[in-house]
């Protein structure tokens, strides 16, 4: 390398790393990766790509924006729980709380005495004031799991008697047949796909029953010559030495009451009423709050799975205590501003962006989501753009939000429903970049 060689003029790694912006950003994102962005803007002024003065911002260019691989979207598709989209949006007190359990917290200290205090208390308590006719509460780290606790801690090497008509696959290829045989329990399928009696359940009680399963099959619809049990029905039941059979009721979605806009959709108070021993649920669907199984009913059934060696391994962090205990108490949730949103504001939404940009509006008809209500629409509006825009709505930059939309019969539809309205003006800076840009 001559004394003139240019490339003597690249800076030090040691400088660089010096420089106030690359400071922040190692603080932002780690000095390793930093270190990363800046031997890689080096290597690209050796190879003479790049001029020497232009290294420290090469570098800054190619760290990532964010101090994860998750990129927030805005969520244009009109589906409210979005399994894609890790389902439920937390409230901003669900995040406020996420924020304040991020430090050390008393999440198992009771701060008065100084000694160990039982795990998100306040977190039960706010889930069974939400539903006073349980007994007990318990919050695991997902909808199977608290099902996959119930059946374990009931029916391990036992019998689970289940309709035919409730043999479930849900996302992702997870049969329930499947995952009941993890536990070690045994499943005795009684009736047929669309008709099962009481009759039939009742033949397959024995002294072997752990426990009957009921399962809202949440994401499909069987119509026509059909027939099933309801829980009253089920609480009946008896072994042989006339003891009770515990009826575990798994309803999927987590509505914790009833909604008059869903009155198809089982809630764990009406569920309970009914007659259910046990009800378990996710807290990341209709609750709208963060990722979680639910676990409500009976005070000595729901003690006995809190008891069981499993309840550890699928016990929540503090984070999801947390939110959980701000989505029970705090204020209506993304969630439920989405579905129950007044289509005369969506129109009048969707209006004014599509005025902006010189589209058309057009109604369209969201859905409830995450294996929710599959027959119940929402009708509402969305601004319509070039099938081509779509791909381009989904790539973010700079300042420019990731947006998903949908095509349907070769229309691109950017639904407002799931925006939360005071990110419109980021929806319309989307929109005008992915219409201006030339086609693919």
């Given at each position: 390398?001559s004394?003139?060689?240019?490339?003597?003029?690249?800076?030090?790694?040691?400088a660089?790393?010096?420089?106030?912006?690359?400071?922040?950003?190692?603080?932002?994102?780690?000095?390793?990766?930093?270190?990363?962005?800046?031997?890689?803007?080096q290597?690209?002024?050796?190879?003479?790509?790049?001029?020497?003065?232009?290294?420290?911002?090469?570098?800054?260019?190619?760290?990532?924006?964010?101090?994860?691989?998750?990129?927030?979207?805005?969520?244009a598709?009109?589906?409210v729980?979005?399994?894609?989209?890790?389902?439920?949006?937390?409230?901003?007190?669900?995040?406020?709380?996420?924020?304040?359990?991020?430090?050390h917290?008393d999440?198992?200290?009771?701060?008065?005495?100084?000694?160990r205090?039982?795990?998100?208390?306040?977190?039960?308590?706010?889930?069974?004031a939400?539903?006073?006719?349980?007994?007990?509460a318990?919050?695991?780290?997902?909808?199977?799991?608290?099902?996959?606790?119930?059946?374990?801690?009931?029916?391990a090497?036992?019998?689970?008697?289940?309709?035919?008509?409730?043999?479930?696959?849900i996302g992702?290829g997870?049969?329930?047949?499947?995952?009941?045989?993890?536990t070690?329990?045994?499943?005795?399928?009684?009736?047929?796909?669309?008709?099962?009696?009481?009759?039939?359940?009742?033949?397959?009680?024995?002294?072997?029953?752990g426990?009957?399963?009921?399962?809202h099959?949440?994401n499909?619809?069987?119509?026509?010559?059909?027939?099933?049990?309801?829980l009253?029905?089920?609480?009946?039941l008896?072994?042989?030495?006339?003891?009770?059979?515990?009826?575990?009721?798994?309803?999927?979605?987590?509505l914790?009451?009833?909604?008059?806009?869903?009155?198809?959709?089982?809630?764990?108070?009406?569920?309970l009423?009914?007659?259910?021993?046990?009800?378990?649920?996710?807290g990341?669907?209709?609750?709208g709050?963060?990722?979680?199984?639910?676990?409500?009913?009976?005070?000595?059934?729901?003690?006995?799975?809190?008891?069981?060696?499993?309840?550890?391994?699928?016990?929540?962090?503090?984070?999801?205590?947390?939110?959980?205990?701000?989505?029970?108490?705090?204020?209506?949730t993304?969630?439920?501003?989405?579905?129950?949103?007044?289509?005369?504001?969506?129109?009048?939404?969707?209006?004014?962006?599509?005025?902006?940009?010189?589209?058309?509006?057009?109604?369209?008809?969201?859905?409830?989501?995450?294996?929710?209500?599959?027959?119940?629409?929402?009708?509402?509006?969305?601004?319509?753009?070039?099938v081509?825009?779509?791909?381009?709505?989904?790539?973010?930059?700079?300042?420019?939000?990731?947006?998903?939309?949908?095509?349907?019969?070769?229309?691109?539809?950017?639904?407002?429903?799931c925006?939360?309205?005071?990110?419109?003006?980021?929806?319309?800076?989307?929109?005008?970049?992915a219409l201006?840009?030339?086609?693919?």
């Amino acid at each position: 390398m001559s004394q003139s060689d240019p490339r003597r003029a690249i800076p030090r790694t040691d400088a660089l790393l010096a420089s106030p912006a690359l400071v922040e950003a190692a603080a932002r994102l780690g000095r390793d990766t930093v270190r990363a962005a800046v031997t890689g803007a080096q290597e690209r002024a050796r190879r003479g790509e790049i001029p020497p003065a232009e290294v420290e911002a090469a570098a800054l260019a190619a760290l990532p924006t964010r101090a994860s691989s998750l990129t927030p979207v805005l969520n244009a598709t009109g589906v409210v729980v979005h399994t894609n989209l890790g389902r439920a949006p937390l409230s901003a007190a669900a995040l406020e709380a996420v924020l304040d359990a991020a430090g050390h917290v008393d999440v198992e200290l009771d701060l008065t005495s100084g000694a160990r205090g039982r795990r998100g208390a306040g977190m039960l308590a706010a889930l069974r004031a939400a539903v006073p006719d349980a007994g007990g509460a318990l919050v695991v780290n997902n909808g199977a799991a608290a099902l996959v606790l119930a059946t374990t801690a009931l029916a391990a090497g036992r019998e689970v008697v289940v309709s035919r008509g409730e043999m479930v696959e849900i996302g992702d290829g997870f049969r329930l047949p499947d995952l009941i045989a993890s536990t070690g329990a045994r499943l005795r399928e009684v009736g047929t796909t669309n008709r099962t009696h009481l009759r039939d359940y009742a033949d397959a009680i024995g002294p072997d029953t752990g426990c009957v399963l009921k399962v809202h099959p949440s994401n499909f619809r069987v119509e026509g010559f059909v027939s099933g049990v309801g829980l009253a029905e089920l609480a009946t039941l008896r072994r042989p030495d006339g003891s009770p059979v515990p009826v575990v009721a798994d309803i999927g979605s987590g509505l914790l009451r009833p909604d008059p806009l869903l009155p198809d959709e089982p809630d764990a108070t009406t569920t309970l009423r009914a007659g259910a021993t046990v009800v378990t649920a996710s807290g990341d669907k209709l609750l709208g709050g963060p990722q979680a199984g639910l676990v409500l009913g009976d005070a000595d059934v729901v003690e006995r799975l809190r008891r069981h060696p499993l309840a550890r391994a699928l016990r929540v962090d503090k984070l999801t205590v947390a939110a959980l205990e701000a989505t029970l108490r705090g204020p209506s949730t993304p969630v439920h501003d989405a579905l129950h949103a007044p289509v005369d504001e969506l129109r009048r939404r969707a209006r004014r962006l599509a005025d902006e940009l010189g589209r058309e509006v057009v109604p369209v008809e969201g859905r409830v989501g995450g294996g929710g209500a599959p027959g119940v629409p929402l009708p509402g509006w969305a601004v319509e753009v070039p099938v081509e825009a779509v791909s381009r709505l989904r790539q973010p930059t700079g300042d420019v939000p990731a947006v998903l939309a949908r095509v349907d019969d070769g229309l691109g539809l950017v639904d407002v429903r799931c925006i939360p309205p005071d990110r419109d003006a980021d929806l319309l800076r989307a929109l005008r970049e992915a219409l201006a840009a030339p086609p693919a």
